[in-house]
Nanobody, 125 residues
Framework: QVQLVESGGGLVQAGGSLKLSCAAS????????MGWFRQAPGKERMFVAA????????YYADFVKGRFTISRDNAKNTVYLQMNSLKPEDTAVYYC??????????????????WGQGTQVTVSS
């Protein structure tokens, strides 16, 4: 079992920044890949970013490239999502997820095994 708890969401003006954190517990954090997804009202949950267990491989959705940065601190069992130049369309609930079994990070939400409860990010125009 893996427990994931997100934090850091909130209300920010367009052009602002937020940093999300996701604290993991229950299994050896450095052995699994981590991803961030988001879900806006009435829409499907979408891939945002993923990082391999070692941190050596990173993937981003096209719509966040150059604005968002995923990172992890395996000593603190935490993955982060730094979000800069936020836009109103970034408004969503953001979820972190753990992928324990695939050989490389994936953008497919169906491959993730554990999910956090989500944290709301609201960007005002």
């Amino acid at each position: 079992q893996v427990q994931l708890v997100e934090s850091g969401g909130g209300l920010v003006q367009a052009g602002g920044s937020l940093k999300l954190s996701c604290a993991a517990s229950g299994r050896t954090f450095s052995m699994y890949h981590m991803g961030w997804f988001r879900q806006a009202p009435g829409k499907e949950r979408m891939f945002v970013a993923a990082m391999s267990a070692s941190g050596g491989s990173i993937y981003y959705a096209d719509f966040v490239k150059g604005r968002f940065t995923i990172s992890r601190d395996n000593a603190k069992n935490t993955v982060y999502l730094q979000m800069n130049s936020l836009k109103p369309e970034d408004t969503a609930v953001y979820y972190c997820a753990a992928d324990l079994f695939t050989s490389r990070p994936t953008t497919n939400k169906g491959e993730y095994d554990y999910w956090g409860q989500g944290t709301q990010v609201t960007v005002s125009s």
